[in-house]
């Protein structure tokens, strides 16, 4: 046999139920009216207590999880060197120096390429090419 939890609907009603039971139906006088809520108080919080009780009993539904979103791994810091003929030059400077001899300031996109044998560097910077000695 099927066990039927209890939903806290039917608790409240349940704890209604037993607080009208035990409230006095007739008016009596003042005097037994205030012993009858005096009786009946405890009785209530002791009907609202087994009622939270039932309540915590009952399984509570759960939220479903967030996924979190995947972190993007981070481009690690490079720093690239050439170097020939006894000297030393950083990739970033050349690409510095390119943009600085288009005569732009700002450049979306730009393509480098460096001749060390030559000591040449060309480059085109948004459609336009160019080219400078090192």
């Given at each position: 046999?099927?066990?039927?939890?209890?939903?806290?609907k039917?608790l409240?009603?349940?704890?209604?139920?037993?607080?009208?039971?035990?409230?006095?139906?007739?008016?009596?006088?003042k005097?037994?009216?205030?012993?009858?809520?005096?009786?009946?108080?405890?009785?209530?919080?002791?009907?609202?207590?087994?009622?939270?009780?039932?309540?915590?009993k009952?399984?509570?539904?759960k939220?479903?999880?967030?996924?979190?979103?995947?972190?993007?791994?981070?481009?690690?810091?490079?720093?690239?060197?050439i170097?020939?003929?006894?000297g030393?030059?950083?990739?970033?400077?050349?690409?510095?120096?390119?943009?600085?001899?288009?005569g732009k300031?700002?450049?979306?996109?730009?393509?480098v390429?460096?001749?060390?044998e030559?000591?040449?560097?060309?480059?085109?910077?948004?459609?336009?090419?160019g080219?400078?000695?090192?």
């Amino acid at each position: 046999m099927a066990v039927k939890k209890a939903t806290p609907k039917d608790l409240e009603a349940k704890v209604e139920a037993a607080v009208k039971a035990e409230t006095p139906k007739a008016e009596a006088p003042k005097a037994e009216a205030k012993k009858a809520e005096t009786k009946a108080a405890p009785k209530k919080a002791a009907a609202k207590a087994e009622v939270k009780e039932e309540v915590k009993k009952a399984p509570a539904k759960k939220a479903p999880a967030k996924k979190a979103a995947p972190k993007k791994a981070a481009e690690p810091k490079t720093a690239v060197v050439i170097e020939y003929a006894g000297g030393q030059i950083s990739t970033a400077d050349i690409v510095a120096k390119a943009i600085e001899v288009s005569g732009k300031k700002t450049v979306k996109e730009i393509n480098v390429y460096y001749q060390p044998e030559n000591g040449k560097v060309y480059f085109t910077a948004d459609g336009e090419q160019g080219s400078f000695d090192l």
